[in-house]
């Protein structure tokens, strides 16, 4: 079976040569167990979503962590929270054990690492592919197609396809994660909450008004959110402001981890049908955004992602900082260059007083120019 390498793994290898314990959470389905067991081939595998792995794992831990003296990969190890303080104390004794973690629920796992292994872990968070994964596998599709498949390993690899992946997707995720962390009793409120929040794409969040449409308080909204956001479906991109005395949008944008997702929850059911759809512009910049996460989060860096918007609608799609250094990002869907583009760009020195290094405008077209103060670029070519 032929691996498509992914872009963490640099930062894992790298991260192994000075911890103990190695862990990677993200959404389900996002390839973290064919990550690990590929770049660890050599380790133990565990799943504790094996029913009798699991009370071994919980009847007798110490003999269940010392079933060999090197490596050992636990997979969804968030199913035995008890483990943690036991590989805390092995790690301690003999630093040269190595473990590497992974699950599903980022919840579950980050409230007991920090407490059981601060220190001892490398914590890594695998989204979906990124289009630089997959850019020889996707370099014929149209921009519609890639939006429309997402970028979830099964998609990528041809072992799955939209219609069948996505509806069993929502339905497990419902299932398995939303009942267990919230003990949701309406199921059927909570889908029309995914789908309200998938109609808002790149839009500033609104708690209120969400209750209003679902039927819900406001504290509900908030909380279904947290939990979308630690499982990894939504990603909220907080806004820039270095000028307290001006009035600026306090709140984040709503952005999706995958448009394929974010496609169907938007009961768009076929690419010609996104080509005319009006949200497709937000599906693109949706797009660029998670494209831009997973680039940092691949580095095992922290997003440092923003936006800009203040109460005269000066908005900037998409603010980088990066060593240092902020970017600034003009995110438009259109094939076709218009100056307009440029606009905001232009005067970005009288909305913020950090400077601005780089300035660049990203679209669906084919002309670029990488010289100027402006640069124009494809998509495509974000991070060569």
Known sequence: MKII?????????KAIEYYSVICVTGPRQSGKS?????????YAVFSLEDLDVRNYAENDPIGFLNQTGTGIILDEVQRVPSLFSYIQGIVDNNPKR?????????????????QSLAGRVALFELLPMSYSEVANIYKDMSLDEILFNGLYPAICAKKNIPDMLY???????????????LQVKGIMQFNNFLKLCAGRIGSVFNA????????VTSNTITSWLSI?????????LPPYYDNFGKRLIKSPKLYFCDTGLAC??????????????KLKG????NFVVSEFIKHRLNQGKEPRLYFYRDSNQNEIDLLSLEEGELSAFEIKSSMTYNSVFEKTLKKTASLIKQPISHKTVIYAGNMENTVSNIKLINYRHLFQ
Do not use: C, W
Request: glycine fraction near 2%; avoid cysteine; aromatic fraction near 12%.
């Open 167 to 181: 509806p069993f997707y929502v339905k497990t995720y419902l299932e398995k994660d939303v009942r267990d962390l």
């Open 5 to 13: 390498e992914r872009e963490i793994s640099r930062a894992i290898y």
């Open 208 to 215: 209120s008004q969400l209750a209003n449409e679902v039927g």
């Open 34 to 42: 064919t990550l690990i067991k590929h770049m660890f081939n050599d």
């Open 228 to 236: 979308l956001q630690t499982s990894y479906i939504v990603y909220l």
């Open 282 to 285: 937000s599906l693109f910049e």
């Open 98 to 114: 190595k473990f590497i973690l992974s699950g599903s629920s980022n919840f579950q796992m980050m409230k007991t690492i920090t």
């Open 264 to 277: 169907y929850l938007l009961n768009i059911e076929s690419i010609s049908q996104l080509s005319r759809d």
